[in-house]
């Protein structure tokens, strides 16, 4: 099993460096978890946060220099408390991190309806289980 997720790792490595664009990430949230993320970025290439959706605008942009940014990474993230703000960017993958699962319910079926359902694009979306529980009870 090892082998083929190592195999796995290696095809999106290389799809990764023979993109000619970064891939565009937003964050939904931008506490503990996203922290984690932000600690790594200045490594990644070929990725680029494109916003970040906090409620707190202040302690969001704070808490990416407390993570190892500069500012002037900073400065070209679109930051925003309204996730209607970046959907009309070119966004490839949304990372809802808020914690609270209702929000992000409400998130993750804006995002779906717009990108999935009427644009016919494919996005990656990360939730937690307790998403995916919420957001079957208000599909169905």
């Known amino acids: 099993m090892d082998s083929y997720i190592f195999i796995l ?43 970040i959706v906090d409620v707190n605008i202040e302690k969001a942009k704070k808490n990416c220099l407390n993570s190892g ?8 993230i679109n930051f925003t408390n309204s996730l209607d703000n970046t959907l009309e960017r070119d ?16 998130h993750a079926k804006k995002i779906i309806n717009l990108f999935v359902l009427a644009k016919g694009l494919n996005i990656i979306l990360h939730l937690n289980i307790q998403h995916l529980k919420l957001y079957g009870i208000i599909m169905d």
């Open 9 to 51: 790792n290696m095809y999106l490595h290389s799809k990764l460096q023979n993109r000619s664009k970064p891939i565009k990430i937003g964050f939904i949230g931008c506490g503990k978890f996203v922290s984690m993320f932000l600690a790594q970025y200045n490594q990644l290439e070929k990725i680029q946060i494109d916003s």
């Open 91 to 106: 966004i490839e993958i949304f990372i809802e991190a808020t914690g609270n699962p209702i929000i992000g319910t409400v």
């Open 69 to 76: 940014l500069n500012e002037k990474t900073i400065s070209n």
